[in-house]
């Protein structure tokens, strides 16, 4: 319970800052890089995916000895190359 009240106020406080500095930045005359460094750093936080589960948790996941065996096995694909010719460059 304590946890839960620590998290929410720690995340209103640090959203108070964000609309802080975005409203010194819109209003304000005398901007600083403070302001724009709390500003981007609350813009780049809200990128990033706060929804996420363990990889085990999650519907089609693959395991990890399949990525062991994927990254072991090398050279994956066996795609031949593009047919060259010696005829050189055409006129364009």
């Known amino acids: 319970m304590v946890r839960r009240a620590v998290r929410w106020g720690t ?9 802080w ?5 819109v ?18 936080l809200s990128l990033l995916p706060v929804h996420c589960m ?18 072991r096995a090398g050279a994956v694909t066996r795609a031949s190359r593009p047919p060259r010719s010696d005829a050189g460059s055409g006129p364009s």
């Open 11 to 19: 995340a209103l406080g640090l959203g108070a800052v964000w609309s």
């Open 54 to 71: 363990p990889k085990a948790g999650a519907a089609g996941a693959v395991g990890p000895e399949r990525w062991v065996a994927a990254w």
């Open 27 to 44: 209003l304000g005359a005398d901007t600083g890089a403070l302001e724009g460094a709390v500003a981007a750093g609350g813009w780049g």
């Open 21 to 25: 500095a975005v409203a010194r930045i």
